[in-house]
């Protein structure tokens, strides 16, 4: 059983910056593949950047490829998403999720959500 609970999302000017953190609990929170989706308002949900659980292999969705960072802190048990240059499309719900593998993300375990909101 994974916990997951997101935090750093907030209001930002397009071009700003931000960094979302998703801590877990769970003591095999390290042998889990991370993901990061999101939710825009009237829109389905979908796949921003996933990481495996070493860290060693990371994927992102063209739309936030050379903006948006994913990296993992196993001794913190956090997953951590930097974004940047961010645009107002960027609005939505963004999601942390956990999986015994990336080939099977999105898994089960889904945190609360936390806010994201550009403005242009």
């Known amino acids: 059983q994974v916990q997951l609970v997101e935090s750093g999302g907030g209001l930002v000017q397009a071009g700003g910056s931000l960094r979302l953190s998703c801590a877990a609990s769970g003591r095999t929170f390290s042998s889990y593949a991370m993901g990061w989706f999101r939710q825009a308002p009237g829109k389905e949900r979908e796949f921003v950047a996933i990481?495996?659980?070493?860290?060693?292999?990371?994927y992102y969705a063209d739309s936030v490829k050379g903006r948006f960072t994913i990296s993992r802190d196993n001794a913190k048990n956090t997953v951590y998403l930097q974004m940047g240059s961010l645009k107002p499309e960027d609005t939505a719900v963004y999601y942390c999720?956990?999986?015994?593998?990336?080939?099977?993300?999105?898994?089960?375990?889904w945190g609360q959500g936390t806010q994201v909101t550009v403005s242009s």
């Open positions: 999720n956990a999986a015994p593998n990336i080939a099977r993300l999105p898994g089960a375990y």
């Open positions: 990481i495996s659980w070493s860290g060693g292999s990371t």
